[in-house]
């Protein structure tokens, strides 16, 4: 299991580090998905960052859920860095590894590849709902935690999916060719 100390760093580096890492859900079944797809946002300097909207949570230190609505879909984030310096990582899609009867139960589809390719399609693919929000992803006892996983493939840099004022630095990362991805 990643510790806490993977989360308290800039979310940059955590977003590119999360990218074949697996996250696991573990109540009502075991759902696990090996993440292909992240974003990083920084805080008051980030304009796409929930932080500049008034999420406090992004205040409260590093390896906890932040789970919020956008476009009636839920999306999961980790906050990044200590606490006081709101950053988070937001996962955007994973590929599908274990559970996935459960998962295509959840979304009501049969296509795996379009199971969790994409932040809302991964949320209600596991299941993920407000109920999280504040969950401790470091700590064993946690409903979702992310272990350790490997890949081989190449990383892509991208600006950011429907972000309309963006940092002029890319900050989405995602493993090149992995059908899971939500885009191109």
């Known amino acids: 299991m990643l510790p806490k100390k993977f989360y308290n760093r800039d979310p940059a580096i955590v977003a590119e580090e999360l990218l ?85 139960a959840n979304r009501g589809i049969e296509d795996i590849k379009n199971l969790t390719s994409g932040p809302g399609k991964f949320t209600q693919a596991f299941g993920i709902d407000k109920r999280y929000n504040g969950i401790k992803v470091y700590d064993r006892t946690s409903p979702i935690i992310i272990k350790n996983g490997e890949f081989n493939g190449e990383i892509v840099r991208s600006h950011r999916i429907g972000v309309k004022h963006d940092l002029p630095i890319p900050l989405r990362f995602y493993i090149k060719d992995n059908k899971f991805v939500s885009r191109k």
Do not use: Q
Not at 32 to 57: C, N
Not at 94 to 101: D, R
């Open 20 to 104: 074949g890492k697996i996250i696991v859900k573990r109540d009502n079944g075991i759902l696990k998905g090996r993440i292909v797809e992240t974003e990083a946002y920084y805080g008051l300097s980030d304009p796409a960052s929930r932080a500049k909207k008034g999420a406090k949570i992004m205040w409260g230190g590093a390896g906890v859920a932040f789970i919020y609505m956008v476009h009636g879909n839920w999306l999961f984030n980790i906050i990044t860095m200590p606490k006081g310096e709101p950053s988070g990582v937001l996962i955007r899609a994973v590929e599908p590894l274990k559970g996935i009867k459960i998962m295509k």
